[in-house]
């Protein structure tokens, strides 16, 4: 699958592996971390990048609104449906490479561990310009509201058991 690219302005932050005590730099976007509606993607095997618009995104809404409605979150304060919600939402973007999410930390390039034991932004600040495809959802678009309904029910049982 080809998916459209994006070039982007990022900046560079630096993670300590929690396992191997490594460091290593990963870029950020947008830079210092936080741009309403706009997301970095990461995914949970291969450290690789997505962009998505959540404003522009009709899919980001949609599983938002089916993730807050589903009964396994009963009684979980909203900071934890959101939580459940990044790691949910990436699911549902076209990918032939693993699953993605918001707010996953970057894998190691020593060890591979994804357990971060610190992060701050590189000082003095550096940027790179990165190009990173455009998150796509045609799959989960095709699929009947039952499908979707169903999906998110997996998912919320297989990353909140």
Same mark, same amino acid.
């Given at each position: 699958?080809?998916?459209?690219?994006?070039?982007?302005?990022?900046?560079l932050?630096?993670?300590?592996?929690?396992?191997?005590?490594?460091?290593?730099?990963?870029?950020?976007?947008?830079?210092?971390?936080?741009?309403?509606?706009?997301?970095?993607?990461?995914?949970?095997?291969?450290?690789?990048?997505?962009?998505?618009?959540?404003?522009?995104? +009709?899919? /980001?809404?949609?599983? *938002?609104?089916? &993730?807050?409605?589903?009964?396994r979150?009963?009684? %979980?304060?909203?900071? !934890? #449906?959101?939580?459940?919600?990044q790691?949910?939402?990436?699911?549902?973007?076209?990918?032939?490479?693993?699953?993605?999410?918001?707010?996953?930390?970057?894998?190691?390039?020593?060890?591979?561990?994804?357990?971060?034991?610190?992060?701050?932004?590189?000082?003095? +600040?550096? /940027?790179?310009?990165? *190009?990173?495809? &455009?998150?796509?959802?045609?799959?989960?678009?095709? %699929?009947?509201?039952? !499908? #979707?309904?169903?999906?998110?029910?997996?998912?919320?049982?297989?990353?909140?058991?």
């Amino acid at each position: 699958m080809k998916l459209e690219k994006i070039n982007l302005k990022a900046q560079l932050f630096e993670y300590e592996c929690a396992f191997c005590h490594a460091k290593h730099k990963e870029p950020m976007y947008p830079p210092g971390g936080f741009s309403y509606g706009e997301f970095m993607l990461r995914s949970n095997s291969n450290n690789r990048l997505m962009y998505l618009n959540a404003m522009e995104d +009709p899919t /980001f809404l949609e599983v *938002s609104n089916l &993730v807050k409605k589903n009964p396994r979150l009963n009684g %979980l304060k909203e900071s !934890e #449906k959101s939580e459940v919600f990044q790691r949910v939402v990436g699911r549902a973007y076209d990918s032939d490479e693993g699953e993605y999410g918001i707010g996953v930390s970057p894998m190691c390039s020593v060890c591979g561990s994804t357990d971060v034991e610190s992060y701050q932004e590189v000082i003095p +600040p550096e /940027f790179i310009n990165i *190009s990173v495809p &455009v998150a796509t959802s045609e799959k989960w678009q095709k %699929l009947a509201d039952v !499908e #979707k309904k169903k999906l998110i029910d997996e998912w919320i049982n297989a990353v909140n058991g």
